[in-house]
T-cell receptor, first 114, second 113 residues
Framework: NAGVTQTPKFQVLKTGQSMTLQCAQD?????MSWYRQDPGMGLRLIHY???????DQGEVPNGYNVSRSTTEDFPLRLLSAAPSQTSVYFC?????????????FGSGTRLTVV | KQEVTQIPAALSVPEGENLVLNCSFT??????LQWFRQDPGKGLTSLLL?????REQTSGRLNASLDKSSGRSTLYIAASQPGDSATYLC????????????FGSGTRLSIRP
């Protein structure tokens, strides 16, 4: 089924460990984004990309890196995990700007840093 | 900077009632506005997308309206059911930041049987 696929669904990390959250879409969407969702804070944009090779920072980029080597994939890297990065992470994608294009979200990755 | 507000933060109504959820935004130069539903521990499901040139969109018991000039959108749910219990989020896509969408903080809806 066409959509946004996130892996893993759950992950527990120790402080200081690194990991990559995977995101892939098969809809040929140009735009892709990463959000984190925390209780009382809503959904906040971490990084986003408007196409292969082009990324930019969102509202809360510190502690995260991204790259976009293909249209389909947009991985999010945590270089040295901290307890403050415990959250639910969502990847989303969309066609490029247009009034009739909305965003499609993945099912999320629940990350706990201990 | 676009700001999106949803009031109330939580709402509890008896089954069968019609209800309205509100979303307001500060920058009226938008491409579109999207309403999402999120069940506890789950992802976001898109319910309705209203283009900037449209006044409303309907899907089943859901009707979303858009008034760009006043910076407001409403989501109307007819004949509410316990299965409608979830958090409802609105998000806007603006001309100035077309590569991302800005979310409101959501309304947590509970329908009492």
């Amino acid at each position: 089924n066409a959509g946004v696929t996130q892996t893993p669904k759950f992950q527990v990390l120790k402080t200081g460990q690194s990991m990559t959250l995977q995101c892939a879409q098969d809809m040929n969407h140009e735009y892709m984004s990463w959000y984190r969702q925390d209780p009382g804070m809503g959904l906040r944009l971490i990084h986003y990309s408007v196409g292969a090779g082009i990324t930019d920072q969102g509202e809360v980029p510190n502690g995260y890196n991204v790259s976009r080597s293909t249209t389909e994939d947009f991985p999010l890297r945590l270089l040295s995990a901290a307890p403050s990065q415990t959250s639910v992470y969502f990847c989303a994608s969309s066609y490029s700007a247009g009034a009739n294009y909305g965003y499609t979200f993945g099912s999320g990755t629940r990350l706990t840093v201990v | 900077k676009q700001e999106v507000t949803q009031i109330p933060a939580a709402l509890s109504v008896p089954e069968g009632e019609n209800l309205v959820l509100n979303c307001s935004f500060t920058d009226s130069a938008i491409y579109n506005l999207q309403w999402f539903r999120q069940d506890p521990g789950k992802g976001l499901t898109s319910l309705l997308l209203i283009q900037s040139s449209q006044r409303e969109q309907t899907s089943g018991r859901l009707n979303a309206s858009l008034d760009k000039s006043s910076g407001r959108s409403t989501l109307y749910i007819a004949a509410s059911q316990p299965g409608d219990s979830a958090t409802y989020l609105c998000a806007v896509r603006t001309y100035s930041s077309a590569s991302k969408i800005i979310f409101g903080s959501g309304t947590r809806l509970s329908i009492r049987p």
